[in-house]
């Protein structure tokens, strides 16, 4: 085949393809062009997850009738004139090639005008063709309507996945642009229902809330961080506060949501240790540096910055985060050796070792290292490390009740030397080998006399929704009763003393919208949950009957080691380590 030049519209097609990839990629170019407009409110508006229409309207600057043609032309923008500008971008937007490329797969029609303007105008265009231009008496700011999306690209259609994954991309992409930009009014409208509602309060734990729930909200820890050209906001969840996955680690740079490997690595570096394998934070965080000290201009659709000194920024976030986890309470964990007068070791702590850090040493990285921080030359050998006195994960053997401790802990003695039980975390691991072992026999359901409603964030109603299901297989019935709001009538029965509303608010947070993840993580996920509701809590006297049949149901379990959650229900001290710390054993 000859090299030809290509026609225009297929060139125009093909541009579009690198920057126009689903609704939501649309959405943003939009949001991002009314942003840079200076929008005090912004609504978006949906039918059928943006394939049938996209609708953004803004009250910004808004476009003179007479440069209606110009914003839809490719490589026309009002954002920089010079190639140097390219360097200094304090816009979203600079290539001028979002709204020629949308125009290029779908209908368009542009309304717009300024705001002392003594009139406005409209164009449509189809396929890249105008098709009306005229003058319109409109109020100041700009509407743009998408409609009918690949209309002319089936292959791009195919690739669309159903419309309520394609919602919740659009969901997640508002709703950070929403905590990002906590002055600016956002409304987020599919198919005529209101699926999110700021109010540029400012307030941005307040947005926050809307898409995570209160209780994610509440809990997530501040990050901030002050230095000459550049400045680190935000917030990052405790180490308690984990997903599974990477995707509600979100950075703004610039005001521009980007996505970035080396920045993520950075940030779950500051929770080295800390958090389990495979789980990771959540966390939204916004730097703010000198334009001339980023380069935007690297990816087609701005997801990627490259940062003149990398490190600085990297290093940044670490010590950021880091400062927002040790700046939170945390456990001490304990060796044997508390017992023994003036000798106290500590575990490897996650915040003793970061504070180590912070303060330019290197703390071991492995407790055998550890000599005791307080006292390096203590005469008693270094005790074991803690995990060496777990044994390995398995059954436990039968235990002789000593009594509890603090209304927290059982302590127990079996063959092999003492054990520090952790009530809540063992009733836990109980509940829930229990609640998998019923399901097979049918689950113990307690229905409510009073149903009760619940209301759902309205960006999460289809995931709700999705795991109605789910939910009534483990006992709790939910149906739909309009709108956001759900109503409870059973729950199972281990909870049948808590609040439905509550457990049920508290199981919305832990579902993600994760297609990778199984249906028995989810599940496994979702049950755990439960059993964390119901179990005791530390802190609550136990009868010496429920000290014993707690410590019975443990050694029945096939993994009483543990909580469901992965943390550990018990502490061995074996007789070994007693007599060794008592110094009747070992080297003086
Ligand atoms: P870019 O944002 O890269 O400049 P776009 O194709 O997205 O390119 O937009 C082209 C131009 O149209 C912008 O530079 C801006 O002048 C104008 N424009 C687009 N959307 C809006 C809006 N919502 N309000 C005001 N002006 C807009
Ligand atoms: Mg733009």
């Given at each position: ?11 125009a ?9 689903r ?25 059928e997850?943006g ?5 953004v309207a803004d009250?910004g ?22 190639a ?9 937007g600079f290539r001028g090639?979002?709204l ?24 449509v265009v ?9 003058p319109a ?15 002319n690209v089936?292959?791009?259609?195919k690739?669309?996945?159903?419309d ?34 700021t ?13 995570y729930?209160?209780?994610v ?7 901030i961080?002050?230095?000459p ?18 995707r ?6 610039n ?7 080396a ?8 929770y ?9 934070p959540i ?8 334009p001339?000290?980023?380069?935007v ?9 490259r940062?003149?000194?990398?490190e ?6 670490q ?7 040790l700046?939170q309470?945390v ?9 023994s007068s ?11 070792q ?18 005791s921080?307080?006292e390096p030359?203590?005469?008693f050998p270094?005790?074991?490390p ?7 994960e398995?059954r436990?053997p039968?235990?002789?009740l000593?009594g ?5 802990y059982?302590?127990?003695e ?5 054990y520090?039980?952790d009530q809540?975390?063992a009733?836990?691991r109980?509940?829930?080998?229990r ?9 113990a ?15 999460r ?17 939910v ?14 029965a281990?909870?049948?003393n808590s609040?439905?509303?509550v ?6 947070d ?8 199984l249906?028995?993580?989810t599940?496994a ?6 059993c ?7 802190g609550q006297?136990l ?7 707690l410590?019975?149901?443990?050694e ?11 943390r550990?229900t018990m ?18």
């Open positions: 085949m000859p090299i030809q030049v290509l026609p225009e519209e297929v060139a097609k093909i541009a579009a393809g690198e920057v126009v990839e609704p939501v990629s649309v959405i943003k170019e939009l949001v991002e062009n009314a942003l840079d407009a200076k929008a005090t409110e912004i609504i978006i508006e949906t039918g997850a394939k049938r229409l996209i609708e009250n600057c808004g476009i003179s009738y007479e440069e209606l043609p110009l914003a839809i032309a490719r490589f026309a923008t009002s954002k920089l004139k010079t140097e500008d390219l360097f200094n971008i304090r816009t979203l090639e979002a020629a490329s949308i125009a290029a797969v779908s209908r368009l029609t542009l309304i717009s005008c300024p705001p002392h303007a003594e009139h406005g105008g409209k164009i189809q396929g890249g063709k105008v098709e009306t231009y005229e008496g409109v109020p100041p700011g700009t509407v743009v309507r998408v409609e009918d999306l690949f209309y089936p292959a791009r259609l690739f669309l996945k159903q309520s994954t394609e919602r919740n991309l659009i969901n997640a992409l508002i709703s950070r642009y929403a905590v990002a930009y906590p002055e600016v009014r956002f409304r987020l409208v599919h198919d005529g229902k209101v699926f999110l509602q109010y540029g309060h400012g307030d941005r734990r307040e947005i926050l809330a809307t898409y729930g209160v209780d909200a509440r809990q997530m820890l501040e990050v961080l002050e230095e050209d550049l400045s680190i906001q935000g917030f990052t969840s405790p180490i308690a506060l984990t997903r599974s996955n990477r509600d680690i979100t950075f703004f740079v005001g521009r949501w980007i996505q970035d490997v920045l993520t690595s950075a940030l779950l570096q500051a080295h240790t800390m958090l389990m394998v495979g789980r990771y966390s939204m965080l916004f730097i703010w540096l000198d001339e000290a980023v380069d201009n690297v990816h087609p659709t701005k997801a990627e910055v940062f003149r000194q990398p600085r920024v990297f290093s940044a976030v010590r950021a985060v880091r400062r927002a986890l700046a309470p456990g001490i964990h304990i060796t044997p050796s508390v017992w003036g000798t106290s070791h500590q575990m490897i702590d996650p915040a003793w970061m504070a180590a850090d912070l303060k330019g040493g290197t703390a071991p990285n492995n407790a055998q290292e550890v000599p921080p307080s030359n203590t005469s270094a005790s074991p803690l995990k060496q006195t777990l044994l390995p398995s436990i039968l235990l002789r000593v509890q401790v603090g209304a927290t059982l302590v127990a079996g063959p092999d030397g003492l520090l039980i809540h975390a009733h836990e109980v509940l829930f080998e609640m998998w072992r019923e399901r097979e026999q049918g689950l359901v307690q229905p409510l006399l009073n149903p009760q409603p619940i209301r759902v964030p309205g960006v109603v289809d995931e709700f929704q999705h795991y109605i299901p789910l939910l009534q297989q483990w006992g709790f019935e149906e739909p009763f309009g709108g956001d709001t759900f109503l409870i009538r059973s729950v199972p281990i909870l049948r609040d439905p509303v457990i049920l608010q508290s199981l919305l832990s579902f993600e919208e994760d297609e990778s993840l249906e028995k993580e599940e996920r979702l049950i755990a949950r439960i964390k509701r119901a179990a005791v809590k530390g006297v009868s010496r009957e429920e000290q014993e049949a410590l019975r149901d443990l029945a379990c096939e993994s009483p080691r543990t909580c469901p959650h992965g550990p502490i061995h001290l074996s007789v070994e380590v007693l007599e060794r710390q008592f110094g009747r054993r070992g080297s003086r």
